[in-house]
């Protein structure tokens, strides 16, 4: 074939006076830009719109990279420099290449979520399952490494290709993250945003490194606690709403005596309400006292006023009419002592004749001063070890310790920034310096009987 056959030949090639990508498709990341049977002219127009890249690929290899803007195609892009140059070789190699364009937008409400719970170590929990989910962005900062480690060949990349790989590797750096962060579970709530801004922080180097992508936001919507976890703080907030549920059940009690006294068909309902919370006798009780009696009733002291009222006595010599939690009976101040030191935590009520209402026995002095004082209490820790886990009082810690010296053995109390070793908690490191008093005449043993 002559020299004028190829330039008919070319000639019958459609030359390329724009080259732009204006057809967004829905989703794609990259679109190859059609050049079959086209020519690249010299100048040719290149335009790159704002939130794009052009990529050039010559002969198989990525060759130059265009930003936005326009460009006029001369013979000085290198790109096209090898259109030019097969003119030297009689038109029998034209330029071989492909133009990509690069969506280099944000791609924003991908969604992210543990597809199972994780494992985390909690201070007052223990061992918890969690699971979280949220919502994360990304846009192509390089994008001729996205191209050469990613896309490839492929001629139109869409988001959803690269999603599911980036979720995959945000969740799992998110159980590192969390765990790392020791923040305990009923406090992850209110550490949502630093969480999501370390692990972003955390995961950029290597995607950038790996695909040329940046993770622009990543937000943590909800952490949430199994069932059964999520069940018990239900009841711990219940009992903190309570607060003394003693006097609760008082308070209850009184409403319930009210009721029937307005109603009297309703009486065998107040019953019933004070037994469902544990206080049938004492319901009785004060509404025996109440027909012998005038005054009020105060549900955290019992019956007040009406001085000339009188519990009705009890056979033997008693000092103090006493009641606990609704029984009555007479008792000396020595008795009611010694009921107080047994349960110090329990209703102990004195009344004695011209007394306006009952007494707390704190408030009597003929029997606050016959009641001990109370041992100083043995300090408790949670326990983690090679005795298992739980909470054990000091000394039977100590023990442990003495038994098995080179063990495992970790502690932990509020206020501790997290486990210790035993021998780190001044309590347990006091006890054990302490050891047994050395024997009488010196530590060595008694000298023989002559």
Not at 292 to 320: D, E, I, K, R, Y
Not at 425 to 447: H, K, N
């Amino acid at each position: 074939m002559g020299i004028w056959d190829t330039l008919t030949t070319h000639a019958k090639a459609q030359f390329l006076d724009v080259i732009e990508w204006t057809d967004g498709t829905a989703g794609a990341i990259v679109y190859r830009f059609p050049v079959f049977d086209k020519a690249i002219t010299d100048q040719s127009k290149l335009v790159v719109r704002e939130g794009q890249a052009a990529v050039f690929v010559s002969e198989g290899a990525l060759s130059d990279v265009f930003g936005p803007g326009t460009y006029t195609l001369d013979t000085r892009n290198t790109p096209i420099t090898s259109f030019f140059e097969s003119i030297k070789y009689g038109l029998n190699y034209p330029y071989k290449g492909d133009i990509l364009f690069v969506d280099t937008t944000q791609f924003t409400e991908n969604r992210w979520g543990t597809a199972n719970p994780f494992m985390l170590r909690d201070a007052e929990f223990g061992p918890v399952r969690i699971r979280a989910f949220g919502v994360y962005s990304f846009r192509i900062t390089d994008p001729a490494e996205f191209i050469r480690q990613i896309v490839g060949a492929d001629g139109l990349f869409t988001k959803d290709e690269i999603t599911g790989q980036l979720k995959r590797k945000l969740v799992s750096a998110l159980a590192d993250t969390v765990g790392q962060a020791r923040i305990p579970v009923l406090d992850l709530a209110a550490n949502y945003m630093d969480l999501g801004d370390a692990l972003r922080d955390r995961m950029n180097p290597a995607v950038q490194e790996a695909y040329g992508i940046t993770i622009t936001d990543f937000t943590i919507e909800n952490i949430s606690l199994p069932a059964e976890v999520e069940k018990a703080l239900d009841q711990r907030t219940k009992m903190g709403v309570l607060g003394n549920l003693d006097a609760y059940a008082k308070l209850q009690a009184a409403e319930a005596i009210g009721t029937a006294a307005a109603n009297p068909g309703l009486g065998g309902a107040g019953i019933g309400m004070g037994v469902g919370f544990g206080m049938g006798n004492m319901m009785g009780n004060q509404m025996a006292g109440m027909a012998q009696q005038s005054g009020h009733f105060n549900p955290h002291t019992g019956m007040q006023g009406g001085g000339a009222a009188v519990p009705p006595p009890l056979p033997g010599a008693a000092t103090f009419h006493y009641s606990s939690h609704g029984a009555q009976e007479q008792l000396s101040a020595d008795a009611i002592a010694a009921k107080v030191a047994a349960n110090r935590d329990g209703q102990h009520l004195i009344w004695q004749a011209g007394w306006s209402g009952w007494k707390p026995w704190n408030e009597v002095p003929e029997i606050a001063t016959k009641v001990p004082p109370p041992a100083a209490a043995e300090p408790v820790f949670h326990y983690h070890g090679d005795a298992g886990s739980g909470e054990k009082p000091l000394g039977e810690i100590v023990a442990l310790i003495k038994a098995n010296p080179g063990g495992k053995h970790h502690l932990w109390a509020q206020g501790f920034d997290g486990w210790k070793p035993a021998s780190e908690v001044p309590e347990v490191a006091a006890a054990l310096a302490a050891g047994p008093p050395p024997p009488p005449g010196g530590d060595g043993p008694p000298p023989p009987p002559m």
